[in-house]
């Protein structure tokens, strides 16, 4: 619908197209009390060059909440702030993959991740993932036939927890699995899990980091972007201490001393000041009560034959249609109306996703999100 | 000295290393203003995904600055924002480079800058500049070599203007020839321009953009890192507008909804409301002025034998050593007395500089940097 489906909404329609955070839920006034705090008594640090891994408070803030919530013990060494999770993910393939390495992504993958990686000089290879998130033994079946065609498969990125688009959690014995194969092929795991701190249920398994117990494997890129706000452009990377140095004091990074400190220094005093927690709580309710509406919504309208996942947390319902009705078609009637959604395909890196449809709940309105499955459910009843 | 002489200073030295803004230069009031603002009035845009040109009255007001100062007229396609110049040198490199390819450079050149392309898949080749920046004759001769040798040189990183290290500046015939080899070549050139605001005598002559005419081979980099701010991280490019939407629409810059959008928004407040053309008139004069008390400390202590350069603009000076002291023979005996400074070979990408030091008048204090002439001129003396 618009060049890219992470730009500005278009206007007058059902938009299903985007999942970004609410953009209502923006803490507005304590930003703007932790900009003012940095620019008072941290001007310096704030709008000058930095140290290249972060502000040490923001830092301590983040090591000593994953030691809290998660039992994640990390050296110093082993974090570092950066400017979102998108460019975490470009600094590791930047620097972790030579040209004609294969880089493995989970089918379906976050596009924008795709177009991300694609913009390398390396090749992309999808493993499918099911109702447990990556399908270990596909991975393992695809390592093997990389391996015998001479290929090297240097990362794999996967969104374990709430995948973007799926909506699905990569279970615990799939995690360990990835950890073992990794270990075994010599593969570095990029675990994009920026959806995490959003459960609305239980809290999911452990990251990847955690279960690599010497860690060695796994590179996991957090983010402000979901939990406070895309526009900071402020996330973290945690991993092997040699490889998240390397990371952290790239030429980009010593260049520009650090990731964006500015921002960075704004959401140390939000973090500090105790802002973070209540936020994230509130957060959780608000999108819980958005994914039961719309999982509530689909049980209601959608005929037999459609399927979609529920997920434990995030953004993302992820549907599957009938065959042979592909979401092209359904699209090309649903935009007759005003509804706008995201197909499959533009998630599927080696081909395929023609029956599936993204749902993001996040940031359509409540009403419109109802009236918008009532409207698809019409849609799948009349192209059946 | 350091790990990255970009980084935070050592302490109880007489610290030349650091070619930095002057930190007390900081409009801070009116960066909180603008801070303030940009929550009050825009808080939707600068904390979500945006444009991935960036903010477009931001956009806006360089397009017309430009114009304004410099009679260049730019089409909205031709700009957009970046996360500031070293980005987007990153992105040129990801993009328009391809593995194998060559990629040429001053000598010296920026360091980090050096470092940066290092960590593409591309190799370096280092043609030599003097008083009137690079030499477009070596130009020529490098790139018939490269030819015969069946290489393909692919981007020039050139900085015409204040160079850093060097302070030099590329003359008007050189850079109608840079030009011209350019597209006898196919070469694109990517200008680092970020110091040309900051001339202290005359205008600079005009930029390598607005002398390709066609407007195919330069993409030219500001930022507001040396005018304003570097903890922004914000900056533009401008240059053909195929290239232009490349760079703006990459993977990275889609996928975090263009660059920085709160800095960004902070920045165009900054501008739109008029304080920064009068805080650039301040910094000429205050950097004026460090030149002006640099020079004559050179041309009081220095022995004769030494050559430096004089800058019209910009923060640096580039000391000669005579033969056959060189600039880590000095470093070693002045770091005994707190003195540090750049030594010449971390400018060069294939080897050189061994009698060359940078002294940047930017940072350090006037009254340290007339003691730290004083010093270097005695231990010149007694070295040689």
Not at 89 to 116: C, K, M, W, Y
Not at 224 to 239: C, D, E, H, I, N
Not at 257 to 270: K, M
Not at 315 to 331: D, E, G, N, R
Request: proline share 7%; glycine share 10%.
């Amino acid at each position: 619908v618009t060049e890219s489906i992470q730009g500005a909404e278009p206007e007058g329609t059902l938009p299903f197209v985007y999942g970004h955070v609410d953009p209502t839920s923006f803490p507005v006034d304590q930003l703007m009390a932790a900009a003012t705090e940095a620019l008072t008594y941290q001007s310096q640090q704030a709008l000058n060059y930095g140290d290249e891994m972060g502000p040490a408070a923001l830092r301590g803030y983040l090591r000593a909440k994953l030691e809290r919530q998660e039992a994640l013990a990390l050296a110093p060494g082993e974090l570092f702030i950066t400017a979102g999770a998108s460019a975490g993910l470009d600094t590791a393939v930047r620097l972790f993959a030579q040209p004609g390495d294969v880089v493995l992504v989970e089918a379906p993958s976050f596009h924008e991740a795709l177009a991300l990686i694609r913009d390398h000089p390396v090749k992309l290879a999808a493993v499918p993932l099911d109702e447990d998130g990556l399908i270990a033994g596909a991975l393992a079946e695809r390592l093997e036939s990389l391996a015998q065609a001479g290929e090297r498969p240097a990362l794999l990125y996967t969104i374990p927890t709430f995948q973007n688009p799926s909506g699905v959690t990569m279970s615990l014995v799939r995690r360990r699995a990835v950890i073992e194969l990794a270990a075994q092929f010599g593969l570095l795991v990029v675990e994009d899990d920026v959806y995490r701190d959003l459960y609305f249920d239980e809290a999911p398994p452990p990251s990847l980091l955690q279960l690599d117990q010497e860690r060695q494997r796994v590179i996991r890129l957090g983010s402000f972007s979901k939990v406070l706000a895309p526009g900071l452009r402020v996330g973290w990377a945690a991993g092997p201490a040699g490889r998240i140095r390397r990371m952290a004091y790239c030429g980009l990074m010593t260049s520009g001393g650090g990731a964006n400190p500015l921002a960075a220094y704004v959401t140390e005093r939000f973090c500090v000041e105790g802002y973070l927690e209540p936020h994230i709580l509130r957060l959780r309710q608000n999108y819980a009560d958005r994914r039961d509406i719309l999982l509530s919504a689909l049980e209601l309208h959608m005929p037999a034959g459609v399927r979609w996942t529920e997920p434990g947390g995030g953004f993302f319902v992820w549907l599957t249609l009938p065959q042979p009705l592909t979401a092209q078609v359904l699209l090309r009637e649903a935009a007759k109306e005003g509804l706008t959604f995201a197909t499959g395909e533009a998630f599927f890196a080696e081909g395929g996703g023609e029956h599936h449809l993204r749902l993001p709940f996040s940031t359509i309105e409540r009403s419109e999100m109802v009236r918008g499955v009532e409207l698809l459910g019409e849609l799948i009843r009349a192209l059946l």
